[in-house]
């Protein structure tokens, strides 16, 4: 789906060093039904044979970012790239079911105020899909302010659904680049940037789209990803209390913390 020899969707993925899982990410987002046709990229900060071997084996552009390093500089300079007006940051090593960009689309197409959308999602673990577990339970409850549509654009509803943890899975969330603000992320955080920059985003006016009939795409836990090395070193906790604090006072969001660290084992194998 094109106008005017311009895409509608993008998939822009972020690839650093040599993911095993990067293939199969990408095998996703080109089988994508429906019609759309989305665009497909890789950025990388890391660029390597290896990863220009693998962007020319799918015939797509890669990008390499030269200026600063840091997460969130990575995403939003991926996100810089895409041509088209509703933008997905894929992480390397989720997967995507075929259906997720012409829903993306549709959504994002019928309320002109939309902001991002985004869909339920499933885990990988060990290779297997899981598509409930007691974590993924809390995240859905969490989001139930936001289950109803006429819900969408209200100010209350986008914060209940963030004000208890990062329910937002990342990777699902496609923005609606015409009422975002370029760029959308939020740097400063290595953990929490994704969910720093929806409670940015919770305060401007506009809808925030949640598809939770279906899971839509799968978020793969593993030992090597970033945050589980962040849950390691503690450096997580920090940022959840700080996060917290943005929606509690502090002694009520040192308590919500305490219980908000336990739920994180669950990205451990």
Not at 17 to 46: H, K, M, N, W
Not at 61 to 83: C, K, M, T
Not at 228 to 254: C, K, T
Request: net charge negative.
């Amino acid at each position: 789906m094109e106008r005017n020899g311009a895409p509608q969707h993008a998939f822009a993925v972020c690839a650093y060093g040599r993911s095993p899982y990067l293939t199969e990410c990408l095998d996703s987002l080109v089988a994508q039904s429906g019609g759309v046709g989305s665009e497909v990229f890789i950025a990388t900060s890391t660029p390597s044979p290896w990863l220009s071997q693998v962007a020319e084996s799918y015939g797509v552009p890669l990008y390499v970012n030269e200026g600063e390093a840091g997460i969130g500089q990575d995403w939003n300079f991926a996100y810089s790239h895409a041509r088209a007006p509703f933008v997905t940051i894929a992480h390397q090593d989720d997967v995507y079911c075929p259906e997720y960009a012409v829903h993306a689309v549709r959504a994002l197409e019928s309320d002109v105020r939309s902001l991002i959308y985004f869909t339920n999602y499933g885990e990988l673990r060990h290779g297997e899909r899981v598509d409930d577990n007691e974590l993924l339970r809390v995240k859905r409850r969490l989001l139930s302010p936001l289950r109803k549509r006429s819900n969408a654009s209200k100010r209350w509803a986008k914060r209940a659904a963030l004000r208890f943890g990062s329910a937002i899975c990342c990777p699902s969330v496609t923005f609606n680049v015409a009422n975002c603000p370029n760029p959308p992320f939020i740097v400063g955080m290595k953990s929490n940037l994704d969910w720093a920059t929806w409670e940015s985003l919770s305060r401007r006016e506009g809808s925030f789209l949640y598809d939770a009939d279906d899971v839509l795409m799968y978020h793969r836990i593993h030992s090597d990803s970033a945050t589980s090395e962040l849950i390691a070193s503690r450096e997580r906790d920090v940022e959840d209390l700080a996060m917290l604090e943005r929606f509690w006072p502090r002694p009520v969001a040192g308590l919500i913390e305490r219980v908000y660290s336990r739920g994180t084992k669950s990205n451990e194998l």
